[in-house]
T-cell receptor
Framework: QKEVEQNSGPLSVPEGAIASLNCTYS??????FFWYRQYSGKSPELIMS????GDKEDGRFTAQLNKASQYVSLLIRDSQPSDSATYLC???????????FGSGTRLQVQP | DAGVIQSPRHEVTEMGQEVTLRCKPI?????LFWYRQTMMRGLELLIY????????DSGMPEDRFSAKMPNASFSTLKIQPSEPRDSAVYFC???????????FGSGTRLTVV
C-alpha cells in the first residue's frame, strides 16, 4: 500500500461544476495535511493546509479531513478552466516529519 | 521576497559527468528540502536540512548523490557520476517548519544522456 494514495485521473468536470479530489494515507498518526496545485512544467504551489477533523474553507476551495477514515479531500467550487492542473496531496507521516506527497490527480475543467 | 531560487533551470549532461544543482532558500526559513520528481515515482524527498544541518538523508538514492548546506542562504545537490536514470526535475523547497507548507523553487530539469 502506498503511504499517500491518489487517483491519477484525469478527472474531467464541466466549467462551473464542483470538482472533488480525494486522498487516503496509511499512517493513522499523521497530523498535518496539505494540498498543492502544480501546473504542467511548473513547481507545486500550496493551496490549503488542514490539521483537524472537519472542513476548512478558503474562497472556492474546501479541504475536508477525516482522521478516523484516514481520508482528506479537496473540493473546488465553480471550477474554472484555469483550475486545470495536477493536485498533489501531502502528509506528514509519523517517523518522517517532512512531507510525503501522493502521485497527484490531474484535473481537467472543460469550458 | 524573491522566493526560492534554483539554478540552473535546465541541465543536459553526458553520463559520467558531475552535476551540481544550486538552491537559495527564502530568507528566514530554517528548513530546506530537496525533492526529485519523475513520472514514475512522483515527488520524492531526497534530503532535508534544519539550520544547515542534514536531518534526514534516507531518500538519497546512493553514494553518487551528496548535498551540502554551507550557510543559511545556499545549498547544493551534487551527482557524481551522473547516470541516465538520474534524469528528473529536482526541486528545492524551504519552510519555517518541518510540517508547515513549503515554498518550492522553479526546479532544475536534468537530462543525462
Amino acid at each position: 500500500q502506498k503511504e499517500v494514495e491518489q487517483n491519477s485521473g484525469p478527472l474531467s468536470v464541466p466549467e462551473g461544476a464542483i470538482a472533488s479530489l480525494n486522498c487516503t494515507y496509511s499512517d493513522r498518526g499523521s497530523q498535518s495535511f496539505f494540498w498543492y496545485r502544480q501546473y504542467s512544467g511548473k513547481s507545486p504551489e500550496l493551496i490549503m493546509s488542514i490539521y483537524s477533523n472537519g472542513d476548512k474553507e478558503d474562497g472556492r476551495f474546501t479541504a475536508q479531513l477525516n482522521k478516523a477514515s484516514q481520508y482528506v479531500s479537496l473540493l473546488i467550487r465553480d471550477s474554472q478552466p484555469s483550475d486545470s492542473a495536477t493536485y498533489l496531496c501531502a502528509v506528514t507521516l509519523a517517523g518522517r516529519r517532512a512531507l510525503t506527497f501522493g502521485s497527484g490527480t490531474r484535473l481537467q475543467v472543460q469550458p | 521576497d524573491a522566493g526560492v531560487i534554483q539554478s540552473p533551470r535546465h541541465e543536459v549532461t553526458e553520463m559520467g559527468q558531475e552535476v551540481t544543482l544550486r538552491c537559495k532558500p527564502i530568507s528566514g526559513h530554517d528548513y530546506l528540502f530537496w525533492y526529485r520528481q519523475t513520472m514514475m515515482r512522483g515527488l520524492e524527498l531526497l534530503i532535508y536540512f534544519n539550520n544547515n544541518v542534514p536531518i534526514d538523508d534516507s531518500g538519497m538514492p546512493e553514494d553518487r548523490f551528496s548535498a551540502k548546506m554551507p550557510n543559511a542562504s545556499f545549498s547544493t545537490l551534487k551527482i557524481q557520476p551522473s547516470e541516465p536514470r538520474d534524469s528528473a526535475v529536482y526541486f528545492c523547497a524551504s519552510s519555517l517548519q518541518e510540517s508547515a507548507g513549503y515554498t518550492f523553487g522553479s526546479g532544475t530539469r536534468l537530462t543525462v544522456v
